[in-house]
T-cell receptor, first 115, second 115 residues
Framework: AQKVTQAQTEISVVEKEDVTLDCVYETRDTTYYLFWYKQPPSGELVFLIR??????QNEISGRYSWNFQKSTSSFNFTITASQVVDSAVYFC????????????FGAGTILRVKS | GAGVSQSPSNKVTEKGKDVELRCDPISGHTALYWYRQSLGQGLEFLIY????????KSGLPSDRFSAERTGGSVSTLTIQRTQQEDSAVYLC?????????????FGPGTRLTVT
């Protein structure tokens, strides 16, 4: 069964702090894809990253980095030197080709960055 | 280029009425998805269209829900005899069909309120 767990409901940090958002997934397939999306207060979901199950290389994009570990079924997201504009709800999601690549989302983590 | 557009942005309807929600995907995207976001259920998949293939309706919550996609482009989600539990934000997403899972790009959503 497909399942994504984001155990952190809400995180508050002060600007310039680093913050890590956790994501744990469950799947029986060997081929799958993991995603992170950002939902700012405006409401529109914004794509951040896609990672396939065969590529465990960590990725860095500016202040964002992702740590994919198949051994622990985790795909964590770190924001370095957080900014107020990072305040949003962040969703981790899983898809599997055999299910048409529909996204299964975690419950989301609300990130509040205070100045 | 233009992103995914949805209309109306807000819809208030009385219980028992039918509603139609529209989605215009990104030009050239062959895959189209409907999701809904509600406080109690989070983000959940509803239906998926890919080219001329039969749609994947596995996420539709009841037979009051239906969707069609005309000419491989615009899609309409119809909810008949609306109930208060149908109140949610209905999100449309589109993606390119390619090997593996392409990232999905989301529209701004339609906020449906059933009174």
């Amino acid at each position: 069964a497909q399942k994504v767990t984001q155990a952190q409901t809400e995180i508050s940090v002060v600007e310039k702090e680093d913050v890590t958002l956790d994501c744990v997934y469950e799947t029986r397939d060997t081929t799958y894809y993991l995603f992170w999306y950002k939902q700012p207060p405006s409401g529109e979901l914004v794509f951040l990253i896609r990672r396939n199950s065969f590529d465990e290389q960590n990725e860095i994009s500016g202040r964002y980095s992702w740590n994919f570990q198949k051994s622990t079924s985790s795909f964590n997201f770190t924001i370095t030197a957080s900014q107020v504009v990072d305040s949003a709800v962040y969703f981790c999601a899983l898809s599997e080709p055999q299910y048409g690549n529909k996204l299964v989302f975690g419950a989301g983590t609300i990130l509040r960055v205070k100045s | 280029g233009a992103g995914v557009s949805q209309s109306p942005s807000n819809k208030v309807t009385e219980k028992g009425k039918d509603v139609e929600l529209r989605c215009d995907p990104i030009s050239g995207h062959t895959a189209l998805y409907w999701y809904r976001q509600s406080l109690g259920q989070g983000l959940e998949f509803l239906i998926y269209f890919q080219g001329n293939s039969a749609p994947d309706k596995s996420g539709l919550p009841s037979d009051r829900f239906s969707a069609e996609r005309t000419g491989g482009s615009v899609s309409t989600l119809t909810i008949q005899r609306t109930q208060q539990e149908d109140s949610a934000v209905y999100l449309c997403a589109s993606s390119l069909r390619r090997q593996g899972a392409a990232e999905q790009y989301f529209g701004p959503g339609t906020r449906l309120t059933v009174t």
